[in-house]
């Protein structure tokens, strides 16, 4: 596709329920990145994959947050047991190059769990 | 370390006036990229400039200019003449390519301009 897309857009869920977040990064990148943004605060780096290197995981805030990415494209960040504390925008990126190039953010993905 | 400092947390200025953001970085590399993203109130981040660490010179691009110092790890960022549409968040980020190789952000300045 033209850019990075996520879905879905919105996303409301219930105290303890799992969700699963899609990120679809621009055709042939072959890094991509997740940050959460809480409201009003800054790009909270959670999980980076580059190409079929080991991703780095130093970012997710507990064991109830995982991700993957498949075949090197699509990924899915998947939140387990959500607390009203998960509560964010979720963004996806892509890079061309590792970190040598500028990333392409999609438009997120905002989570509310109630 | 890798990280990246936005001391401001909000600037309001009147139309016309300059502003500059200061972003001050920290890394252990000799070879790192920097970064300048603008969030407007829509949501999506757009990038506005890339420099790496062997370019000191600075960039102009209409009414945005950016200053990197290596002297004192700074990439200070300027808008002159500033519009209402440019009230935004901004951030700055860093990456380093041969070590972590993930792009870190700053916690961001949120600019607003007035008429």
């Known amino acids: 596709g033209a850019g990075v897309s996520q879905s879905p857009s919105n996303k409301v869920t219930e105290k303890g329920k799992d969700v699963e977040l899609r990120c679809d990064p621009i055709?042939?990148?072959?890094?991509l990145y997740w940050y959460r943004q809480s409201l009003g605060q800054g790009l909270e780096f959670l999980i980076y994959?580059?190409?079929?290197?080991?991703?780095?995981k130093s970012g997710l805030p507990s064991d109830r947050f995982s991700a993957e990415r498949t075949g090197g494209s699509v990924s899915t960040l998947t939140i387990q047991r959500t607390q009203q504390e998960d509560s964010a925008v979720y963004l996806c990126?892509?890079?061309?190059?590792?970190?040598?190039?500028?990333?392409?953010f999609g438009q997120g993905t905002r989570l509310t769990v109630v | 370390a890798q990280k990246v400092t936005q001391a401001q947390t909000e600037i309001s200025v009147v139309e016309k006036e300059d502003v500059t953001l200061d972003c001050v970085y920290e890394?252990?590399?000799?070879?790192?990229?920097l970064f300048w993203y603008k969030q407007p109130p829509s949501g999506e981040l757009v990038f506005l400039i890339r420099?790496?660490?062997?370019?000191?010179q600075n960039e102009i691009s209409g009414r945005y200019s950016w200053n990197f110092q290596k002297s004192t790890s700074s990439f200070n960022f300027t808008i002159t003449a500033s519009q209402v549409v440019d009230s935004a968040v901004y951030f700055c980020?860093?990456?380093?390519?041969?070590?972590?190789?993930?792009?870190?952000f700053g916690t961001g300045t949120r600019l607003q301009v007035f008429p």
């Open positions: 990126a892509s890079t061309e190059d590792r970190g040598r190039t500028e990333a392409f």
């Open positions: 055709s042939g990148h072959t890094a």
């Open positions: 994959f580059q190409g079929n290197s080991a991703p780095d």
């Open positions: 890394t252990r590399d000799t070879t790192y990229y």
């Open positions: 420099r790496n660490s062997f370019d000191e």
């Open positions: 980020a860093l990456s380093e390519p041969y070590n972590t190789d993930k792009l870190i």
